[in-house]
C-alpha cells in the first residue's frame, strides 16, 4: 500500500523578496506542488528566476511569507539548519555542471553522500546503480570527469542531484547548450529517474519547447515597474 505523503513537497505562502527596501521586488502569493509533481517557469531576463531559485534552495531568506519543504519550515532555519537540510533534501543542476574534472565519475555523484552525511554503504550502492540506469555502467565509474562527453558528464550531474532521492531537484537552464535531440533525450533522462525517487522538479528554462514535458508552468511576470508576481 502506498501512503499519500503528509506534506506537499514544496509551498510557498505569501512570499515577498526584495533586495533594497523600495526596489525591485519578488511576489509569490501561493505555489504548492506535490511529490513527483514537475514545474516549469520560464520569464524574461531579470524576471526572478534566480532569485526564486535562491529561495527555494535555502540560500536567501525570503523578507515576508513562508517557504515549506516537505513540512519543514525553511523560512524560519538558521543558515547552517538550511545548509543542512538542503545538502540532502535539495539537488541541483546547472548549466555549468560544476562537476570536479580531475575526480571520478563515481566521486564526483559520492561527494554529495559527503555533505549529505548520508550512510556511505547505501550511497555507494545508489551512485552505481543511478549510473548504471544513466548508462554509465561500470566500465565509467573511475574515469575522470574530465574525459567524458557533455552528455555523459550531465548524465553524472543528474546522479549526484538524486543521489539522496532528495525531495526537490532544481535545475537551471541545463539544456541551453544542447541541440534539440539531446536536449529531448536529457529531459526524458531527468525526469524518468526523478519520477523513480518521487523527486519534485522544478525547471527554469528560456526555452518553451520543454513545457510539454511538465504538469505545471510558472510565468515570471512584471506586472508593474519593479514588481514581479506569478
Ligand atoms: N544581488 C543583487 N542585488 C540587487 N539586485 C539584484 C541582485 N541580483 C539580482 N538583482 C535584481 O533582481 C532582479 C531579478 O534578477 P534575477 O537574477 O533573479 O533575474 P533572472 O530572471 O534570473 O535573470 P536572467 O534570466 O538574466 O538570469 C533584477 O532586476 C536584478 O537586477
Keep these: 500500500m502506498t501512503t499519500k505523503p503528509k506534506f506537499p513537497a514544496i509551498e510557498l505562502k505569501d512570499l ?7 526596489g525591485w521586488q519578488l511576489a509569490i502569493p501561493k505555489l504548492s506542488l506535490s511529490s513527483g509533481q514537475h514545474l516549469f517557469v520560464r520569464g ?11 529561495l527555494l534552495c535555502g540560500i536567501t531568506v525570503p523578507n515576508a511569507g513562508e517557504i515549506w519543504l516537505n513540512g ?18 535539495i539537488g541541483v543542476v546547472f548549466q555549468q555542471l560544476n562537476l570536479i574534472p580531475y575526480l571520478s565519475v563515481l566521486d564526483n555523484v559520492l561527494l554529495r553522500a559527503a555533505f549529505a552525511r548520508a550512510p556511505a554503504a547505501a550511497m555507494q550502492q545508489r ?15 573511475q ?16 546522479a549526484r542531484a538524486l543521489l539522496t532521492q532528495p525531495t526537490l531537484l532544481i535545475a537551471d537552464e541545463p539544456t541551453s547548450a544542447l541541440d534539440a535531440d539531446n536536449r529531448d533525450a536529457f529531459m526524458q533522462v531527468l525526469l524518468s529517474e ?4 518521487g523527486t519534485t522538479v522544478i525547471f527554469v528554462s528560456h526555452d518553451s519547447q ?21
Excluded at 515577498?16 to 523600495?22: A, I, N, R
Excluded at 519543514?72 to 533534501?89: G, I, P, T, V
Design 16 to 22: 515577498k523578496f526584495w533586495y533594497q527596501p523600495g
Design 44 to 54: 524574461a531576463s531579470g524576471s526572478g528566476k534566480t532569485t526564486l531559485l535562491n
Design 72 to 89: 519543514m519550515a525553511l523560512h524560519q532555519l538558521s543558515a547552517s539548519r538550511r545548509d543542512k537540510l538542503r545538502a540532502y533534501e
Design 194 to 197: 526523478a519520477d523513480k525517487s
Design 127 to 141: 551512485a552505481r546503480e543511478l549510473l548504471t540506469a544513466l548508462g554509465l555502467g561500470d566500465n565509467y565509474w
Design 210 to 230: 520543454l513545457q510539454r514535458y511538465f504538469h505545471y508552468q510558472l510565468a515570471m511576470t512584471a506586472l508593474e515597474q519593479g514588481v514581479v508576481a506569478c
Design 143 to 158: 574515469q575522470k570527469a574530465s574525459q567524458l562527453s557533455v552528455g555523459q558528464q550531465q548524465r553524472v550531474a543528474i
